[in-house]
């Protein structure tokens, strides 16, 4: 595809349900990175693959989060018994390079946890 | 560790006027800097970048940012506002990881 894109758009959950947010980096890409921008903040990293290995997830709030890139494209976020600060904006980056020194991002998927 | 600060969540011009958004860093190493804007509803958007080199950098849509190592800064400018320059500008550094920072939002006056 042309650029980063992710699904759902949006997202409204009810307190303790499940949720899982999709990205389809660039095709080709190699780095994937994850981050929670909540309203009026700047993006904050969640977590960073390289190909369909988590390099790094420090930045996951909780262990209510985990996300997976099985194959080395396609990346789920997956937020489990969602709790009201979790409501956010989601985005997902792609890179070509392995140090994510270029980063293209998906528009985001909004998370409403009512 | 390393950050990124942007003075002014709120920044209103006038169409034609100097565009000044303003970001520091704080870093023992002066990091990959970066700025990009946010329109609604969509994600980030790369304006323009600093690794080494020229500290003067230019970007797309006309805005320029320079590196500014004894400031610790990385400012960006535009030296006309246009209507379509409305939106969110963050700045980032990128070390081991990307820091942003919490955004300017850019009110362009007609």
């Known amino acids: 595809g042309a650029g980063v894109s992710q699904s759902p758009r949006y997202k409204v959950a009810k307190r303790g349900q499940d949720v899982a947010l999709r990205c389809d980096p660039i095709?080709?890409?190699?780095?994937l990175f994850w981050y929670q921008q909540a309203l009026g903040q700047g993006p904050e990293f969640l977590t960073y693959?390289?190909?369909?290995?988590?390099?790094?997830k420090s930045g996951l709030p909780s262990d209510r989060f985990f996300a997976e890139r099985p194959e080395g494209s396609v990346s789920t976020l997956k937020i489990q018994r969602t709790q009201q600060e979790d409501s956010a904006v989601y985005l997902c980056?792609?890179?070509?390079?392995?140090?994510?020194?270029?980063?293209?991002f998906g528009p985001g998927t909004r998370l409403t946890v009512t | 560790a390393q950050s990124v600060t942007q003075l002014g969540s709120h920044v209103s011009v006038s169409e034609g006027a100097l565009v000044l958004l303003r970001c520091n860093y704080s870093?023992?190493?002066?990091?990959?800097l970066f700025w990009y804007v946010q329109y609604p509803n969509q994600g980030l958007q790369l304006l323009l970048k600093?690794?080494?080199?020229?500290?003067l950098v230019k970007g797309i849509n006309g805005f320029e940012a320079e590196f500014k190592k004894s400031e610790t800064s990385f400012h960006l400018t535009k030296p006309s506002a246009h209507m379509s320059d409305a939106a969110e500008y963050f700045c980032?550094?990128?070390?081991?990881?990307?820091?942003f920072g919490t955004g300017t939002s850019l009110t362009v006056i007609p």
């Open positions: 980056a792609s890179s070509l390079d392995p140090s994510g020194y270029e980063q293209y």
């Open positions: 095709s080709g890409h190699v780095s």
């Open positions: 693959f390289q190909n369909e290995a988590q390099l790094d």
């Open positions: 870093s023992s190493v002066p990091p990959y």
């Open positions: 600093y690794t080494t080199g020229a500290t």
């Open positions: 980032a550094a990128l070390g081991n990881q990307f820091y």
